[in-house]
């Protein structure tokens, strides 16, 4: 049992939790749920904002957040308030959720996440050094992945999770066998959009960086590989289904992050490089390497391959 009169308890009390101007205690800032804020800037005239879409609907439908919770609403890309919500109104049914009840009832009605409307008020900034995923430094060297456009349906998933652990660019390239072979024929608004919203989701985290897609005899003049070669200690490497695999797992364990500034993986598409792309794309720095003794699936290859790269 805790001794009130022990001063040591006390300091421990007060280390866990942060206690506001007028004596309150606030919450464990690393504890809150971020969610993003209707505009892309903060009007500073109002102490309001709202919070709509599918945040507002994971808000209320799956963590059932109610009125007077404590929040953190970001301003993209890295603008950080702890904020509390004062009203929850729906597009739906005429309801207000004002008076929302425990998670066990079934009141709420079924209108779609883009149905809600939540404002919040605004308490303080907080800024990233208070957000412990700010503490810890991102990590290095850069990886960047240089990726031949597979399937539309294979480069959606591969954005979502390459986003989800940590990649900083994908440059996609036009090859014989890309799926399109054409700049205008590719979505690019749809992968920077699961990119965002899949940074959305994980605290602190910078949106994969999506630069348009580029013929692969054109790859010297793209931004993305020239900032790679810009750096003094670098590393790229060719994933080569034709490669000899006997080498291919001494050459990854082999790899190390200490003193390497960016590390460059090319993955070709579903058809694979031709040998004339293969031998242009040495001539530019790659390794030819190979992950496995059978031939991978191209996400299978990407999450293989970056897999090796973060450990």
Not at 120 to 148: G, H, N, Y
Not at 243 to 263: F, G
Not at 269 to 284: A, H, Q, R
Not at 299 to 304: G, K, Q
Request: aromatic share 10%.
């Amino acid at each position: 049992m805790n001794n009130p009169n022990d001063p040591s308890d006390k300091q421990e009390s007060s280390n866990k939790q942060e206690r506001g101007s007028q004596g309150r205690i606030l919450p464990n800032l690393d504890t809150l749920k971020v969610f993003f804020a209707e505009q892309k800037k903060r009007d500073l005239s109002s102490p309001y904002s709202y919070i709509t879409g599918d945040d507002a609907g994971y808000m209320l439908r799956t963590l059932r957040l109610q009125k007077g919770a404590a929040i953190i609403v970001r301003f993209f890309p890295s603008s950080f308030y702890l904020a509390k919500i004062v009203e929850i109104t729906s597009k739906g049914p005429a309801e207000s959720h004002g008076k929302l009840r425990d998670s066990r009832s079934r009141s709420l009605p079924k209108a779609k996440g883009s149905g809600y409307r939540v404002k919040v008020f605004f308490e303080r900034e907080v800024k990233s050094t208070e957000l412990s995923c700010f503490s810890i430094k991102r990590q290095t060297p850069e990886i960047r992945l240089f990726l031949a456009h597979p399937q539309p349906h294979v480069l959606s998933d591969i954005v979502r999770k390459t986003s989800e652990l940590g990649l900083h660019f994908l440059q996609l390239v036009l090859s014989e066998r890309s799926f399109f072979r054409k700049a205008a024929r590719v979505n690019m608004q749809r992968y920077r959009r699961i990119a965002e919203e899949t940074a959305r989701n994980m605290k602190g985290m910078k949106p994969l960086l999506l630069p348009d897609p580029i013929d692969l005899y054109s790859l010297q003049q793209s931004p993305c590989f020239q900032e790679h070669i810009a750096r003094q200690n670098r590393k790229s490497y060719l994933l080569w289904e034709s490669e000899s695999p006997a080498q291919h797992m001494k050459t990854l364990n082999e790899i190390t992050r200490k003193d390497i500034e960016s590390i460059a993986f090319f993955v070709g598409p579903e058809g694979g490089f031709s040998y004339k792309e293969k031998d242009f794309l040495v001539t530019l720095g790659f390794k030819s390497v190979s992950l496995h003794a059978t031939v991978l699936r191209v996400e299978t290859a990407v999450l293989f391959a970056l897999a090796k790269l973060l450990a």
